[in-house]
């Protein structure tokens, strides 16, 4: 939705306020499902698309390959947590993405 676009700009812009250089990436849920996944990358690839025209070149985008669910609540158990920080941690490695 717009609004949720809106607040994730929001967002964006004060993270820079005081990170100015910083990487952003823009992650899709890991606890999303299909079709949340679906809705989350669309608005996640306008923001993207946005922040790119206004200028700012260092926004990445990353959307889980899973939905990761198995512990409480469906919430990511501990073996989860590990794969999803794996996943992301290899995204960043392979885009050079870590600060020297």
Do not use: M, W
């Not at 700012?56 to 409480?72: A, E, P, T």
């Amino acid at each position: 939705s717009v609004s949720f676009c809106n607040q994730y700009i929001r967002f964006i812009q004060k993270l820079r306020q005081n990170y100015t250089n910083t990487k952003i990436i823009l992650l899709s849920s890991p606890r999303a499902d299909k079709n949340l996944t679906v809705v989350l990358q669309k608005y996640l690839k306008a923001i993207k698309l946005g922040e790119i025209r206004s200028g700012q070149k260092n926004v990445y985008l990353y959307f889980f390959k899973k939905q990761y669910h198995l512990g409480c609540d469906s919430h990511p158990d501990v073996d989860e947590h590990q794969l999803i920080s794996k996943e992301l941690l290899t995204f960043i490695q392979n885009n050079h993405l870590l600060n020297s």
